[in-house]
């Protein structure tokens, strides 16, 4: 079993529960103003490089 999960397994098993793009965006946007440093966590665990990280971080702060 891999330890980690790509952000396209993410976004699969998201749709695959029937969320679309304004409730994964609202997902991420609760996530981040509830606890950021768990979003952190959780965007170092899916592997995405630093800079990806901030950007994802600013646009739903």
């Known amino acids: 079993m891999n330890a980690t999960v790509t952000v396209e ?3 699969a098993r998201f749709k695959g529960i029937g969320l679309d ?3 994964m965006e609202q997902w ?3 996530f981040e ?3 950021p ?3 952190q966590s959780f965007l170092e665990w899916l592997g995405l490089p630093e800079n990806k990280i901030v950007e994802i971080r600013t646009k739903y702060a």
């Open 21 to 23: 793009q304004a409730a």
């Open 9 to 11: 397994e993410w976004v």
């Open 28 to 30: 991420h946007r609760l």
């Open 33 to 35: 103003q509830q606890n």
């Open 37 to 39: 440093a768990g979003h």
